[in-house]
């Protein structure tokens, strides 16, 4: 069965702190990892990731995978209470069911002023 | 651009009540998806519909639980006869294709949720 594991579950900053928060994961068939943003509401797209190495930026976020140890970090920097959301890492994988996403639990991060 | 739609984003039934949960999806979106999210738990898939077919629902429950997306009007995902256990997070979603995530065109885009409370 596949499995995505986010750490930590949840994590309190202060304002103008570093986040990284971890999305590790065990496929068959990897196709792309995909982090969202959750505020109550709908999750938000943030980044979809589909080679090693190759960084993904937008701001203060940013993202990469490893798709040699299975994982992906979301770094964002200069946190603002705005930031405070759930954190969902999904994957997707080929084949068959290439709609399906993956979920982890999520990161809960709460940024304080 | 209106995004995914969903109704009611609150509700709540009693035990063996049925609920009745829609989904619009975004304009030009032909390919809906319903996940599941329990308290403290990530979302689970349910189901996969086109227009008047399902496509994949291995993620439903086998009892009490259907879906459809007929060729007029939102998509719907009923539950009969709920039972507590059934109160949780309902997440709709769409894409304009089949393939989710294939490329940033192509991304799945959820709409806000129903969330089910059963008492």
């Known amino acids: 069965e596949d499995k995505v594991v986010q750490s930590p579950l949840s994590l309190v900053v202060h304002e103008g702190d570093t986040v990284t928060l971890n999305c590790s994961y065990e496929?068959?068939?990897?196709?792309?990892l995909l982090w969202y943003k959750q505020e109550k509401k709908a999750p938000t797209f943030l980044f979809m990731l589909?080679?090693?190495?190759i960084e993904k930026k937008s701001g203060r976020l940013s993202s990469i995978l490893d798709k040699k140890e299975l994982f992906s970090i979301l770094n964002i920097t200069a946190t603002q209470t705005g930031d405070s959301a759930v954190y969902l890492c999904a994957v997707r994988t080929s084949g068959g069911s290439n709609y399906k996403l993956t979920f982890g639990k999520g990161t809960l991060l709460t940024v304080n002023p | 651009n209106a995004g995914v739609m969903q109704n009611p984003r609150h509700l709540v039934r009693r035990r063996g009540q049925e609920a009745r949960l829609r989904c619009s999806p975004m304009k030009g979106h032909s390919h809906v998806y319903w996940y599941r999210q329990l308290p403290e738990e990530g979302l689970k898939f349910m189901v996969y519909?086109?227009?008047?077919?399902?496509?994949?629902e291995s993620g439903m429950p086998k009892e009490r639980f259907s879906a459809e997306f007929p060729k007029e009007g939102p998509s719907i995902l009923r539950i009969q006869q709920v039972v507590r256990g059934d109160s949780a997070a309902y997440f709709c979603a769409s894409s304009p294709s089949g393939a989710a995530g294939t490329a940033t065109g192509n991304t799945i885009y959820f709409g806000e949720g129903s969330w089910l409370t059963v008492v």
């Open positions: 496929v068959t068939n990897f196709r792309s």
């Open positions: 519909l086109q227009k008047e077919n399902i496509i994949d």
């Open positions: 589909t080679s090693s190495g």
